[in-house]
Each structure stands twice: as structure tokens, then as C-alpha cells.
């Protein structure tokens, strides 16, 4: 198997994918290692979904282990970047996809409801972030991609909080690519619409269909179709793009 850098036999890269265990994380995760890309699957609760998916990747002839971590603590990020460094080396890729939900109309959101939703989905994108970026200005080389979300483009009512931090993650990518372009590092976002995740699954067929009818290519969209694009911005084929949002959502939100 060709390496990540694309050169036959030369070193594989190191990607950490927060939030790996399901859904959009662990499609991305399974792509990088496809790609051959070595893997770090972060999560937080379910280590048997991460094992899982470890030894799938592994299969693809490439290194992966789970690291658990909650990317919303701030004491928890330095020590799982440290863990994954002493096991695995330096993390030449990061994919910022951690994330939940807690809807509520701006009324009756709970403090707790917009704290967690900010902490977990925007203040981990910092955090990590920071973590992994003095290795490659090091290294000068460097692939961010941030999972933001249309709703941070377009808004959605009952989700305030989410709609906020994900909004919040691309001017934070924006910002991060301004800062270290000149260093080799690229930071992108990739802004999915409707995707068939667990998050999904729970609407009712009114909303689907509602959904749908907002969708020109009339379907909703695979975990596949954001792990492709991830690992596009992953590779050196994406060198010259930064800075960028990407949003993949079936035409949902084109201007």
C-alpha cells in the first residue's frame, strides 16, 4: 500500500479523529485508513464501538488505537494528546468532529444545555487545536479540518447553542489558517447538511420528508460523503486550499 504522503514507502501520517466512535467520526476515521493514513480514535464512552473500529482500520494495513478522552475538559485534552504521542508520535492531521446536541427553544434552554453544547462542540475545536499545532509548525506541515455543520451557516431554530458553536468553528478555522499558512498548515471545514447519523434517525417522517424537500439531490446525505471530503483536505492534493468551508448537503444551501 502507497503511503499517505502519496509516495510509495515513504512514512505513514498520523491522524487523531475526535469523536470516532460513530457516525460522521468513525466513516472519517475509517477513510483516513484507507487512505493510509495511521489512526487515532478518540472517544469518550463507547470503547467497545472504538475497538471496533480499530480493528477495521487496521485491516487496511496501517496503525490504529482508541484513546479515551472528553475533548470538552480542559484537563482531559493535554493528556490525551500526550498518550497518543507516546504511543503513536505526533499528530500530522487533526479532524476536530466531536460533538452533541441539546435542542431547545432559546426560552426554555437550560444554562447547562448552552454550556456543554459550546464546551463540547467549540471550546474542544480550541483546545486540541492548541495542542497539536506547535508539532507542525515544527514539522511545517499541517492538515486541520474542522466538522462544522449548514446550521452554522444558515441557522436553525431550537438549536441556538449548536447553530452558535458551529458558526463559531469556522470563524476559529478561518483564523487558524490566517495565523499558520505561511508555516505549511492548511485549516478547512467541511459544513455537512442532513446526514444519515444516529442525530437523524430519531426524526419523525414528517420532518424527513420536510427535510428532504429542502434537498435538490433529494436524499440525505452518508457518513462517506464527509470522510471523503476530510480526506481529501488531509492529503497534499489539498495543498493549496485554506481557510475554506465546504459544505456538504446536497445542495441545501447554495447561493
Known sequence: MSSANGEKGAARRLALVTGASRGIGRAVALELGQKGFDVAVNYNNSAEAAETLCEEIAACGVTARAFRGDVSDVASVPSL????????????????????TRDNLLMRMKEDEWTRVIETNLASVFRCTKEVIRGMVKARWGRIICVSSVVGLVGNAGQANYSAAKAGII????????????RGITVNVVA???????MTKSLNDANKTAALAQIPLNRMGRPLDVARAVAFFASDESEYITGQVLAIDGGMTMC
Do not use: C, H, W
Not at 82 to 90: C, L, N, P, R
Not at 171 to 182: C, D, H, I, M, W
Not at 192 to 198: H, L, Q, R, S
Open 171 to 182: 470563524g476559529f478555522a478561518k483564523s487558524v489558517a490566517r495565523e499558520y499558512a505561511a
Open 192 to 198: 455537512p447538511g442532513f446526514i444519515e447519523t444516529d
Open 81 to 100: 494528546l500526550k498518550a497518543i504521542e507516546e504511543s503513536m508520535g505526533v499528530v500530522q492531521v487533526l479532524v476536530n468532529n466531536a460533538g452533541i
